[in-house]
């Protein structure tokens, strides 16, 4: 998706990864560099998919199939690009966005069976778009984990599934990018955070 010279960013990345900081720090670099950024997350990201949201990151563990999940993240996603995404790339704003279809097609569809066709059907149907760049945040799952639950910020859901699931989800971050090399980069997210950020930084200005 590229409306003018509005770009639309997602970062993505395991639990943990360091994203949400990373986000925001991108947003400020390209405001110093005179855009204007929304930056925004999933799930949520407008009213709406903020209440869908608290169904999905709360609670327990098997509350919902995966299937169900799909459902739930592409409906909350639907909102988001309808009321958040595509006004702001319409008005020729960039976006910034914390997760977007990539993370259902990693935790929903390859970590609890190969839901991958499913996951890609209902993309088609009802979101279809892709963004610019997707900047991937890798790490081990061991120290993401840790620094996901130490945080208690009662949307654990997902870290609660534990290791192996983490592991899961790396692998699936990783073999999607190398799917898509034009659209994804990966970064190593377990240097310092300062260094993290210029990496970010580098990968963007390269498309601005
Ligand atoms: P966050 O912690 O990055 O805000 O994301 C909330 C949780 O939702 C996180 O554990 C990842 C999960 N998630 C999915 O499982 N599928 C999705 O499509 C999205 C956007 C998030």
Redesign the pocket.
């Known amino acids: 998706m590229t409306a003018g010279r509005a770009l639309f960013i997602s970062l993505e990345g395991i639990?943990g990864s360091g994203?949400?900081t990373q986000a925001r720090r991108l947003a400020e670099h390209m405001r110093a560099r005179g855009r204007d950024p929304v930056l925004t997350?999933?799930?949520g990201g407008a009213p709406g998919a903020e209440e869908i949201r608290r169904l999905?990151?709360e609670g327990d563990p098997a509350r919902w199939s995966p299937e169900t999940?799909i459902l739930l993240?592409t409906a909350a996603r639907r909102d988001h690009l309808e009321r958040t995404i595509r006004p702001a790339l319409a008005a020729g704003r960039d976006v910034v966005t914390?997760?977007?279809a990539d993370?259902?097609r990693v935790?929903?569809g390859a970590t609890r069976g190969d839901l991958r066709g499913l996951v890609d059907e209902i993309h088609a149907a009802a979101i279809g778009v892709e963004p610019d760049l997707t900047l991937i945040l890798d790490m081990d799952p061991e120290v993401a984990l840790e620094r996901g639950l130490a945080r208690a910020s009662g949307?654990d859901?997902?870290?609660e599934f534990g290791l192996p699931f983490q592991e899961k989800l790396r692998a699936g971050f990783l073999a999607l990018a190398r799917g898509a090399p034009e659209r994804c980069v990966v970064i190593d997210a377990s240097e310092d955070p300062d260094t993290v950020a210029r990496h970010v930084c580098e990968a963007v200005n390269a498309r601005l």
């Open positions: 639990d994203k949400s997350r999933e799930p999905l990151v999940e993240f914390d997760r977007f993370s259902t935790y929903q949307e859901r997902f870290e």
